[in-house]
């Protein structure tokens, strides 16, 4: 098997104490790659390397151009091992690679080019003063910043922390899930191919209570905290962030209602709401696991939509045809199985899926559920979905929004004044009209609620990673 270090300074290197773990696959269910076990100690020589190549090294004091170009080559370098950078979340986490390789990888790379390009372009604000000053801003690097990443996008998530944070020339100190470290170091491996300086991308592995988690959300060499994951553990980071006065940026969960419209069109209603609830096995922030189907449309709506479901191909993650793979994690596996076997007692109906072999659950529709129930006001993040009809305009949108989560909503609608209005109605981050999944980096991501605090992409990351200083110069005197 093969063995994954933390990366600091530079250099691949094992705990300071020696402690491993072993990283298991979950469609075998057996350990496939030993990786480094972090801790206390080894979170402070990472922070310490940032903190160095921050103050003494070339990164932050770099043109933007220069920076963009080793941003751009590793991305390159991205592409290039696809395969073997898919493989690696798809061995640790059990993503069909399809969606692995063939999406996330170049969505990661995209990530880099974009940020790179962004800080290259991006202009700042000059304020001509009456007074005869003269003020304008620069967006300096906040200094080390800390990424804590989940298991379900493992690359693409932590480039869409780590590509902003460096482009802006901060150095990094990430620590990827326990449940899918293997692409976090290889992407510092890659990294340093690409010519990035020593301690300025670190990875250090771990867990997170009493762990590498912990102990970096807490270290007062920290200067921001970047965090994806549940919202139980960001309120506990953001008391963490709280106690050394650090921004924190948090990605937390999502309940997203996706709302038919009875003047929807149907075919394609149908092939977005699949994917919104199945892709990625349900494990994704985003997913659309709430459906609200307008009363005339509901029948026909379900009848197509279990066919669907009833049609994926669920196997070996591995496997290209495979579209429905293992959750994640046993314990990951056990949460979603919970759901499923309460379905009947919390009263409701399973029309198609269940249980399947392993960890597996197949896709999963649920109907006839009250709205108070777990299953419509918890996050399952697993191929399980409930659908309900309704019959008013204002009805969805009180459905919609009858959650404290707020991360994102769906309407599908072919008729323009319905979709400007509820999409302004909807309380979330993001609203997709007739789609789903697009992404312009350029966009506010994040969420309302218990979905998150502050918003990342485009000129939103520079906020978050930079310091915004102002300079007002006299210009009057002769
Ligand atoms: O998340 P955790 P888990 C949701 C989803 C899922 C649930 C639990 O509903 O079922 O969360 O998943 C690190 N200090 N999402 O338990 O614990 C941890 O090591 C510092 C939604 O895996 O939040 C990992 O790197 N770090 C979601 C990361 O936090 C800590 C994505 C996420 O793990 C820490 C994932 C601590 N005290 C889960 N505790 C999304 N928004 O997309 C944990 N970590």
Same mark, same amino acid.
Request: aromatic share 8%; net charge negative.
């Given at each position: 098997?093969?063995?994954?270090?933390?990366?600091?300074?530079?250099?691949?290197v094992?705990?300071?104490?020696?402690?491993?773990?072993?990283?298991?696959?979950?469609?075998?269910?057996? %350990?496939?790659?030993?990786?480094?076990?972090?801790?206390?100690? @080894?979170?402070?020589?990472?922070?310490?390397?940032?903190?160095?190549?921050?103050?003494?090294?070339?990164?932050?004091?770099?043109?933007?151009?220069?920076?963009?170009?080793?941003?751009?080559?590793?991305?390159?370098?991205?592409?290039?091992?696809?395969?073997?950078?898919?493989?690696?979340?798809t061995?640790?986490?059990?993503?069909?690679?399809? &969606?692995?390789?063939?999406?996330?990888?170049?969505?990661?790379?995209?990530?880099?080019?974009?940020?790179?390009?962004?800080?290259?372009?991006s202009?700042?604000?000059?304020?001509?003063?009456?007074?005869?000053?003269?003020?304008?801003?620069?967006?300096?690097?906040?200094?080390?910043?800390?990424?804590i990443? %989940?298991?379900?996008?493992?690359?693409?998530?932590?480039?869409?922390?780590v590509?902003?944070?460096?482009?802006?020339?901060?150095?990094?100190?990430?620590?990827?899930?326990?449940?899918?470290?293997?692409?976090?170091?290889?992407?510092?491996?890659?990294?340093?191919?690409?010519?990035?300086?020593?301690?300025?991308?670190n990875?250090?592995?771990g867990?997170?209570?009493?762990?590498?988690? &912990?102990?970096?959300t807490?270290?007062?060499?920290? @200067?921001?905290?970047?965090?994806?994951?549940?919202?139980?553990?960001?309120?506990?980071?953001a008391?963490?962030?709280?106690?050394?006065?650090?921004?924190?940026?948090? $990605?937390?969960?999502?309940?997203?209602?996706?709302v038919?419209?009875?003047?929807? @069109?149907?075919?394609?209603?149908? $092939?977005?709401?699949?994917?919104?609830?199945y892709?990625?096995?349900?494990?994704?922030c985003?997913?659309g696991?709430?459906?609200?189907? &307008?009363? %005339?449309?509901?029948?026909?709506?379900?009848?197509?939509?279990?066919?669907?479901?009833?049609?994926?191909?669920?196997?070996?993650?591995? @496997?290209?045809?495979?579209?429905i793979?293992?959750?994640?994690?046993?314990?990951?596996?056990?949460?979603?199985?919970g759901?499923?076997?309460?379905?009947?007692?919390?009263?409701?109906?399973?029309?198609?899926?269940?249980?399947?072999?392993?960890?597996?659950?197949?896709p999963?529709?649920?109907?006839?559920?009250?709205?108070?129930?777990?299953?419509?006001?918890?996050?399952?993040?697993g191929?399980?979905?409930?659908?309900?009809?309704?019959?008013?305009e &204002?009805?969805?949108?009180?459905?919609?929004?009858?959650?404290?989560?707020?991360?994102?909503?769906?309407?599908?609608? $072919?008729n323009?004044?319905r979709?400007?209005r509820v999409?302004?109605?909807?309380?979330?981050?993001?609203?997709?009209?007739?789609?789903?999944?697009?992404?312009?980096?350029?966009?506010?991501?994040?969420?309302v609620?218990?979905s998150?605090?502050?918003?990342?992409?485009?000129?939103?990351?520079?906020?978050?990673?930079? $310091?915004?200083?102002?300079?007002?110069?006299?210009?009057?005197?002769?």
């Amino acid at each position: 098997m093969d063995f994954y270090g933390h990366v600091i300074d530079g250099e691949e290197v094992p705990s300071a104490d020696g402690a491993e773990f072993d990283s298991i696959d979950p469609y075998r269910r057996e %350990p496939w790659a030993r990786v480094a076990l972090g801790s206390a100690a @080894d979170v402070d020589r990472a922070v310490r390397a940032a903190r160095r190549a921050f103050d003494e090294g070339p990164w932050p004091r770099m043109g933007l151009a220069e920076r963009g170009a080793v941003l751009h080559r590793l991305a390159g370098l991205l592409e290039r091992n696809a395969e073997e950078m898919g493989l690696s979340d798809t061995r640790d986490m059990g993503k069909p690679i399809t &969606q692995s390789r063939d999406n996330d990888v170049f969505r990661a790379a995209a990530n880099l080019r974009f940020f790179a390009d962004h800080a290259r372009l991006s202009t700042a604000e000059t304020l001509p003063m009456d007074s005869g000053h003269h003020a304008y801003t620069r967006f300096e690097p906040a200094g080390v910043v800390a990424a804590i990443a %989940p298991w379900n996008y493992p690359l693409m998530l932590a480039t869409w922390k780590v590509a902003p944070a460096l482009a802006w020339g901060n150095t990094v100190v990430l620590k990827p899930a326990e449940d899918s470290p293997v692409s976090a170091t290889k992407l510092a491996r890659l990294a340093l191919e690409a010519g990035m300086p020593p301690g300025v991308l670190n990875v250090v592995h771990g867990r997170g209570p009493d762990s590498a988690g &912990q102990a970096l959300t807490e270290h007062p060499g920290i @200067d921001r905290i970047t965090f994806t994951g549940a919202s139980s553990t960001g309120r506990v980071i953001a008391r963490a962030a709280a106690a050394n006065l650090v921004p924190v940026s948090l $990605e937390l969960g999502g309940k997203g209602a996706n709302v038919v419209f009875a003047d929807a @069109d149907l075919a394609n209603a149908v $092939e977005w709401s699949i994917k919104a609830v199945y892709t990625n096995t349900g494990q994704v922030c985003l997913a659309g696991s709430r459906i609200y189907v &307008q009363r %005339p449309i509901y029948e026909e709506f379900l009848a197509r939509f279990v066919a669907a479901a009833e049609a994926m191909v669920i196997g070996d993650p591995c @496997d290209a045809a495979t579209q429905i793979g293992p959750l994640a994690s046993e314990q990951h596996y056990r949460k979603v199985r919970g759901y499923v076997e309460t379905v009947e007692s919390a009263g409701g109906k399973i029309l198609t899926g269940g249980l399947g072999d392993g960890w597996t659950v197949r896709p999963t529709v649920v109907v006839d559920m009250p709205q108070t129930a777990p299953h419509c006001t918890e996050e399952i993040f697993g191929p399980l979905v409930v659908i309900s009809p309704f019959d008013t305009e &204002q009805e969805a949108v009180e459905l919609a929004n009858n959650t404290r989560y707020g991360l994102n909503a769906m309407v599908f609608t $072919e008729n323009l004044h319905r979709a400007h209005r509820v999409s302004a109605r909807l309380r979330a981050g993001t609203v997709w009209v007739n789609c789903f999944f697009i992404r312009d980096l350029r966009a506010p991501f994040g969420g309302v609620g218990d979905s998150g605090v502050g918003r990342e992409g485009g000129s939103f990351s520079r906020e978050f990673f930079t $310091e915004p200083k102002a300079v007002i110069i006299d210009v009057k005197r002769d």
